[in-house]
């Protein structure tokens, strides 16, 4: 079945560190990608998304490339702001349709001034 | 566009009492789902409808649980006698029908309902 793996958490950098979350995922055919966010006490936001092999996602300076060959979806920011600070969860969708999302564990972030 | 709503945002019950949970969905958005999320993991797909049909439910969704989408609109999770095992933030999410290829129909979720149960 389809499942996603994402690093543990919780990762602590300070402010205008840059930032990499691992997201690795197992599926069959080809999987849409997403990065949902959870602020604190706020409910799950769209980050950014990836519809095929190569396609970069791009929003509010975070970044992620779909690497098929390596079956990744990392999140990268080059400078984190304190405001980032979140729980950050890797998700797929399996392109068969508009079905259930599949989600990693999450990983927390904390940005410390 | 008011987003996705959830009533109540908290529920705190005793073991073996009933519970519902109520989901409003963006208007015109045909798909609504239900999820479930436990400390420290991601959400879990519990089901789906399209329109006021279930269209595929999860191996998580026992028989104490229930969902009803009776008009096409709101949603009810309904969960009976309730267990400790079933405290956890109640997610609901809906989404279009129409969308670009590829798969991407993107899902707004709501703000979630955490139930406690004592």
């Known amino acids: 079945g389809n499942s996603v793996t994402q690093m543990e958490g919780p990762v602590t950098l300070s402010e205008e560190a840059f930032l990499t979350i691992n997201c690795t995922y197992t599926?069959?055919?080809?999987?849409?990608l997403f990065w949902y966010v959870q602020y604190p006490g706020e409910g799950l936001q769209l980050l950014l998304k990836?519809?095929?092999?190569?396609d970069k996602g791009s929003n509010k300076g975070f970044e992620a490339t779909y690497r098929k060959e390596t079956t990744s979806f990392h999140l990268e920011k080059g400078s984190v702001q304190v405001s980032d600070s979140a729980v950050y969860f890797c998700?797929?969708?399996?392109?068969?349709?508009?079905?259930?999302?599949?989600f990693g564990k999450g990983t927390r972030l904390s940005v410390i001034a | 566009d008011t987003g996705v709503s959830q009533d109540p945002r908290h529920k705190i019950t005793k073991r073996g009492q009933n519970v519902t949970f109520r989901c409003d969905p963006i208007?015109?958005?045909?798909?609504l789902y239900w999820y479930r999320q436990t400390l420290g993991q991601g959400p879990e797909f519990l089901t789906y409808?399209?329109?006021?049909?279930?269209?595929?439910k999860s191996r998580l969704l026992s028989d104490r649980f229930s969902a009803e989408r009776p008009k096409g609109s709101f949603s009810t999770l309904e969960i009976q006698r309730t267990e400790q095992g079933d405290s956890a933030m109640y997610l609901c999410?809906?989404?279009?029908?129409?969308?670009?290829?590829?798969?991407?129909?993107?899902?707004?979720f709501g703000p979630g309902t955490r139930l406690t149960v004592t």
């Open positions: 998700a797929l969708r399996s392109l068969s349709g508009n079905t259930p999302l599949v």
């Open positions: 990836a519809t095929k092999a190569d």
């Open positions: 999410a809906s989404s279009p029908t129409s969308g670009r290829a590829g798969g991407s129909y993107e899902q707004y």
């Open positions: 208007s015109e958005h045909n798909r």
């Open positions: 599926a069959t055919g080809y999987p849409s």
């Open positions: 409808f399209q329109n006021e049909a279930q269209l595929e």
